[in-house]
């Protein structure tokens, strides 16, 4: 097999491993911008169909003509987008629109005013009409559907009654004003006028909406009225200013509807007021209030707009339209409603999408078997530090007066000293859950917080952030700039800070649904306190756990808890950037890796493989039924009620261990520190610290002088 | 001792049990008329007031409008807004389970207008009519199905399910007005008949009226629609099967809009499919609240719809006497329409912390 083959075929691998459908989809619907993605895609499609099947349709030209037909019914779609977005409707838009068209006309070519009289008075109508509605809505509280369609009968009758008395005026006066034909017929930059001004009026609504008092205000309402008003949200009077600013919009259109034709007749805006709650619902202007954007409800009025438009030059007939039309709608709000009601169940159900894992075959552990793993109870005879006086001490770390130092499941570093180290303290207290700790040069102790990313506490006890983010992956949905779950961390002779970030996808709470998923979602990450800046060295790693710097300083030993296996991260020499596999077969699942005193290393086994759980990380759709139909209490779980601890070479070599069979005193052992001539022990779930004799070991060597010290074995 | 202690707690739990019960089952013994008066009893009743109205303008109208005050007239008066009431009925019905109907007028319209055109094309007229009343129940159906299991607002469902409706009875059957066959006298009937003298629609009416009224105050399922538009959570912690009942509810809207179309193309020899465009479900509506049926639901009666129509088929009628400009006529509807909706709102408000949204 030649090199590239075997590249080839683990690249397709990893990319199995790293991606699946349902994996992109379920991340996909966590997006903000995944929602308005739905209705831009049928937007695009629609113009592209009838690009296609309609002549000369995608030309500059045809392009400015819809521009300018669409920019109207766009104003009025606004209207009716700020109205559902404030929890209400106002159906009175269409015929808002034509009284305002109206309306304009008659000012200028009855009452002959000049152009910006004619502008500000017709404003002022829009704003009257739609202040009645916002009296009745806001003020006397009546129903925003009905009310507003009753005033759409009556603002519809009125304007059929002027339209009558003055259709023929309208017809035989114009205006000669240059003002008035570039209203109708201008450009600006090659848009025309109208769309100009449409695209503006956007980009004020956008900032109003998202970005302003009043439009925080407006949707706070419209998500729940009742919260706004215990918020101290005047209620009423945003009601009223909603559908004045409505009236307001209808009003705009109408007046550039009204330079452009000149005239009005008992069609103008019919049914405007349905197309334009079509069009913001279908953009994703949510009926429940509360939410939606101003490009949303263009996107939806755009799509409303292409479709009748569309159809009329295709020769449809308007019943066929209006059944479409019905259908849209209809889809839409249930939609809608579906859709606001289950996306966070339907995130959920698929969140968790395991992959095929065939873990390496696993050694024996027989107390007869002769290996270096041989089940023993070496651990048993172990003593006890605070007992009962720490809550799951994931990692452990002696400074150099003799004190014990554990990271708690409560925020805190409990400090142990006194001869007999009966002495509790709390050195300090992070928050979050703080996991693996290591001494820097100037002994502050740097602490791998899960949660909350890497911090450091000086001797004093005063804690400091040393860094919370890392560069964001571009190609990933997921953002993972932030460190969500901080292993365990060790220090080059440098100074850089290695540490895994053990899950991108999951929380410190959720974090075993990463083993059970089985993808390569955590990092190996580097802080360089010269530059103070953090860097991604490893993306897409097997659950990266224990990270113990060589004693030469050359690579980093990384271990892999959801892979049962060590690897080696070179990060100077001439390998440097290379990983390899270290230790293939471990009967355990890998955690904490710390330095012994002899040259080689610790290694700590937070469970033990078993060949159900073997199997079960072969069989994904198994892992996924467990996960979705059985309580969390009852999943398939590895050996937890065992205690281990592993000593290895530079090579990757077993060389001894140290077992709790029992699983009574130390079990689920996540570290264990050597320190002069003593081996502590840190469980997560634990009650105690423990500690036994080595008899061979050092006496006086302390894991602060084997990396800033007397007992250093790098270059130094 | 503990264990007497207990005993004691759970016949204390059992007493109340059964003290509950029985009041139930005192409530249930005594007739739901009556203790919709007393709750009323607090407020004017609307129905008095809109009744009250009524007989006003009658009088005032028999006075000032020569020609008004005839047997003929108040007949004539009666049939024109018995096809108004049939449908009221309907709309009251779904109104006070806490829906809305919008799409009534084009179940009527797109039903008839299919079985009509069938009936031209030689369809046995038992059978079209049967088809008229299959096309009205399946859309019915549909509407309370998408209400009831999606749980999209009735408002917007009807509304777009209006659109479809006529959208698609228009491609099936292509014309604005389809007339009956005139041979048809069984289908005519009901429209044109008279018995004593008396035109049938009013019988219709008044049959459908008392139907409506026997069913909402006397049957368990009746009941259960006030208790579902009352306050539709507590009805389903109850135990009612509030999803099959919504479906029930838009079905007989659709079966009653089938009657009123039956009637309809009795009394004018077609059916017009312009109805679905113009504002008449709206006047359903009005005489719906108007009469005092809630739009926040679990109130009114039918002798709210009776009421309502009442007064408005006295304005109509004035009005054709007068010969208002139809605009002038929609105008003077639209307002009293928000009167009564502002009345409505007045008489029983929304509860701030309660109220829903988009209704």
Redesign the interface.
Known sequence: MSATTWDATRFSKRLRASYSPRLLLSELLLKQWFEPVIPFTIMLGLFGYFAVSIHDYATFPNIQSLMRLYAEFGFVALGMAFSLIS?G?DLSVGALFAVCNFATLFFLLVLGWPIAGVIAATVAVGAVLGGINGV?IGY????P???T???L??L???V??LNERYATVFATNTSDSTVWDFLGEGFVLGIPVNAAALFVTLLIGHVFLSRSRYGWHLTAI?AS??AA?HAGIPVERMLFATYVLSGVLCAIGGIFYAARQSSTDSTTGVGWE?QA??AV?LGGVS???GKGTVWRAMIGGIIVFLLTNGLVRLGI?G?????????I??AA??A???WS?NRGKAVQKIYVNPARLPLSPAPSLRRESGTPFAQNDRLLAAEAIGLDQVEGPEDVLIDRQDRVYGSTRDGNIIRFSGPDLTRREVFAHIGGRPLGMQWDREENLIVAVAGMGVYGIRPDGQVFKVTDETNRTWYKLNDDSRLRMADDLDIGPDGRIWFSDCTTRYEMTTNSLDIIEGRPNGRLVVYDPATRKTTTVINHFHFPNGICVAHDGMSVLIGSTSLCQVFRYWIEGPNKGRLDLLIEHLPGFVDNINRASDGTYWLALVGIRTPAFDLAMRKPDFRLRMVKQVPIDEWLAPGLNHGCVLKFDETGRILESFWDPTGVNHSTLTSMREHRGYLYLGGLENNRIGRIRLPDADPDWTGYDAYWGNKRRDRH | MQATGRTASVDDAAQRRSSALGATAQDDAEPPRRRIGRARSYKPSQEQIVLLITLALLAAFSVALPGFASIANLLNLLRSISVLGILGLGMGLIVISRGIDLSEVAIMAAGWSVALIEMQRGMPIPLAVLLALGIAAAIGMANGL?IAF????P???T??????????A??LA?AWVIYAPNDAHGLLLLGRGHLLGVPLPIFVFAGAAIAMHLFLTFTSIGRFIYAQGDNPEAARLAGISVRPLTVLAYTIVAALAWLAGLVWIGATGSMQMQVTQG?MV?DV?LVV?LGGVS?AGGRGSVLSVVVGCALIGTLLNAFTIMDV????Q??I???V??AA??LD?WLH??D??T?R???
């Open positions: 929890g409707i009745l006397l509280k009546a129903r559907f009905l009310t369609l009753v005033t009968i009556i519809r009758a009125s059929n009654l419209g009225r009742k008003r349905f709650l079509t619902v009926l429940a209030g007939a019943y066929f339209t209006s059944a479409v039309i019905g259908i709608l209809l709000v249930c809608d409603v579906k009601k | 998408i999606i749980e999209a607002p408002l917007f469902v509304l777009a399910s209006g659109f479809v409706i006529y959208g698609v228009f491609w292509p504002t709206f509506i609240v739009l400009n139809t605009e002038i929609n105008i509807r639209g307002v329409l928000l909706i502002l709102n408000p929304r701030e912390e109220a949204q988009g209704d």
